[in-house]
């Protein structure tokens, strides 16, 4: 694992993309700094990280479209598949190099608020539970990121994949907000959600079986719960939609409280896709 | 060292390798030859856990490649097709990396990459970027990578393709120096090159082993026959007659060109010396001179067409009926194929 970081780290360093990702996050931590923090002369460093999470649609995919992509196109997988080495640690690998990437700009713009506070009184712990929380927002989305490269062969397939992932991903909840909050039309909209988690069971697996005994039993639930308490499904998909937009949760951080079960969930959501990651290289090994 | 069962790779309904099974002894240079898309990169890569089989196994070492890859992977050294360079990586950084991910200790990891550039001969360009390099270099640096590690068993697939005569010469040597140390697995569909190379031959085709022998052995087992090719300064008929006049010999061809006649003549006698002594008496002896006589062992090369070109046509025949059958134009197309499937199964 530690050639592999070692290696990819080396690779961005010669690359302009990791420049090009730590120059944006810097230029936009630098403006906000500069109209909050300086401008208006507010002492809440939390509000630069909290204003700059959209960065991560552009950012993301930049940073991630190549990691796996690259590797397939240039043949140069097979020399991975070769290796002595799991794919696990592969994957792992190659996400902490992106990973460290990342970290450097947070880095310096950790420093931002001690320099503030010379010149006043800058609440730190909100400051530094914000921009954790701003990495492991960013963590999670390198996760997507990096599963996406590993669908495809081509970057810029990649990047726009990624890019529309991140963009359903920060809408998400004022996209269903537009859906009629009514216990009925949530409960359609869930059981069509039902059919297509278990079309995507059958794609994976080819076992009509297995997926239409999922659907049967998703669809089993998804009936007994609304017959037995319908008002359970009043704005379901609203409550679902926050509940999954990574940048919905990260609100929670800039307005002052630590919260721990997003950074668990964040870090779930890193487990996952980089377990899915693997999967899909090691699939491709199958094929 | 190397023990391929029963293995099988299905692509769809398509089978790149079918029930292929043969052993690598420890020591020996071995050579997969086989028409392109017989199934040899396939093999190699399921060989090397690159790829999984459908069906049956491999042992490396006694290690199996799905069960226990890392100790597997680590007896191996593997040249895919195309080598997996970086191209924004030198070959020095590029040798650097693979010999840590092989978990070559640091010790002696800088001898063995001084080592393997030094056989390679790719001192000169470890200071290049690898997209700068030249085919065959890149070539070399593929070969370099898959000697970190010191492993026992070297996999090169197709490692002289897109090199110029004087690298495929430098190249063979190469291999050759290699084998005294290791074993050597290469694949090519370009025989002269296995020969030249090879002690054991693997004749592969259509994802089936054909025949896996020295290459003298599958010579002489395929020449059974001796075949004399003779040019006379005489017409064709004369030529027939004079021919005829000895014993047991059979003519395969006679080309008449310029009031010269070309003869191959065939036999199954054994006493070679004695049937050209016999041929130059009745030619001399009706005064017709022999321009030329030379004797032609059947070489590699038609052991090879033999043996790949037979299946060939019967599976082109196959194939082509069941296109038909699939996608019949018309009912009554399909009618006037499937008597001729029934005959054929019959």
Not at chain 1, 90 to 101: E, H
Not at chain 2, 22 to 48: D, R
Request: glycine share 6%; net charge negative.
């Amino acid at each position: 694992m530690k050639a592999i970081y070692k290696h990819e780290l080396k690779g961005y360093s010669t690359n302009i993309t990791a420049y090009v990702f730590g120059v944006f996050i810097l230029l936009f931590a630098g403006i906000y700094t500069m109209v909050y923090n300086l401008g208006h002369q507010v002492v809440n460093f939390e509000f630069v990280p909290g204003s700059m999470p959209y960065i991560f649609l552009v950012g993301v995919p930049i940073l991630t479209m190549r990691v796996m992509a690259e590797e397939r196109k240039q043949k140069t997988d097979q020399l991975l598949y070769s290796l002595p080495i799991s794919m696990n640690k592969i994957v792992w690998g190659k996400y902490l190099a992106m990973l460290t990437v990342f970290a450097i700009p947070l880095l310096i713009i950790c420093v931002y608020p001690l320099i503030l506070r010379t010149y006043g009184n800058v609440p730190l712990t909100t400051a530094y539970s914000t921009m954790l929380g701003f990495f492991f927002l960013g963590a999670a989305l390198i996760a997507i990121g990096m599963f996406i490269s590993s669908l495809t062969e081509s970057q810029p397939v990649a990047a726009g994949l990624c890019f529309i992932v991140m963009l359903v991903n920060y809408y998400i909840s004022s996209l269903l907000s537009f859906v009629s909050t009514t216990a009925r039309t949530n409960m359609i909209v869930v059981t069509f959600l039902a059919a297509a988690i278990a079309y995507l069971i059958y794609t994976m697996t080819q076992s009509s079986t297995v997926s239409l005994a999922c659907a049967v039993a998703m669809e089993a639930v998804i009936c007994f719960t609304f017959l037995r308490n319908s008002a359970s499904y009043e704005g379901l998909l609203t409550k679902i939609g926050s509940h999954i937009s990574l940048f919905d949760r990260f609100e929670n951080f800039y307005q002052g409280s630590f919260d721990l079960t997003t950074l668990v969930f964040y870090i779930s959501i890193i487990a996952v896709f980089l377990f899915l990651c693997v999967q899909s290289m090691e699939k491709r090994r199958w094929s | 060292m190397i023990e391929v069962r029963n293995l099988t790779k299905l692509y769809g309904d398509h089978a790149a390798v079918s029930d292929l099974s043969f052993t690598i002894e420890k020591g020996q240079i071995y050579g997969f030859l086989g028409p392109n898309g017989a199934g040899k990169s396939t093999t190699m890569n399921i060989m090397t856990g690159c790829l999984a089989a459908t069906s049956g196994e491999v042992k490396i070492g006694g290690y199996d490649i799905v069960e226990e890859p890392q100790k597997a992977k680590k007896l191996i050294g593997y040249l895919p097709e195309l080598p997996p360079l970086y191209p924004d990586q030198t070959p020095k950084e590029y040798l650097e990396f693979v010999a840590e991910a092989k978990g070559v200790p640091r010790s002696k990891a800088k001898e063995q990459i001084a080592h393997a550039m030094q056989v390679t001969q790719i001192d000169d360009v470890q200071n290049r970027l690898c997209k700068n390099l030249s085919k065959g270099y890149r070539q070399r640096v593929g070969i370099a990578q898959a000697l970190l590690g010191d492993p026992e068993v070297i996999i090169l697939d197709e490692p002289t393709v897109g090199l110029d005569p004087k690298q495929i010469i430098e190249i063979r040597d190469l291999i050759r120096e290699l084998g005294k140390e290791h074993t050597v697995i290469l694949s090519s569909h370009i025989l002269s090159e296995v020969q030249a190379v090879c002690e054991t031959i693997l004749i592969i085709n259509k994802g089936k082993l054909v025949a896996c022998d020295t290459a003298e052995n599958l010579e002489n087992f395929f020449s059974g026959r001796f075949e004399l090719k003779l040019t006379a300064d005489c017409g064709k008929d004369k030529a027939l007659e004079l021919v005829s006049a000895v014993e047991g010999l059979s003519v395969d061809d006679a080309d008449e060109n310029d009031g010269k006649t070309v003869l191959t003549v065939t036999t199954q006698r054994e006493d070679t010396d004695q049937i050209c002594r016999e041929l130059f008496f009745s030619f001399s002896g009706a005064q017709t001179p022999i321009l030329s006589m030379s004797a032609a062992k059947a070489s590699l090369e038609d052991v090879f067409m033999k043996l790949t070109q037979g299946e060939d046509e019967d599976a082109a025949e196959q194939e082509s009926a069941e296109e038909a059958q699939d996608q019949p134009v018309s009912a009554e197309d399909a009618q006037v194929i499937a008597p001729e499937e029934y005959k054929e199964e019959a």
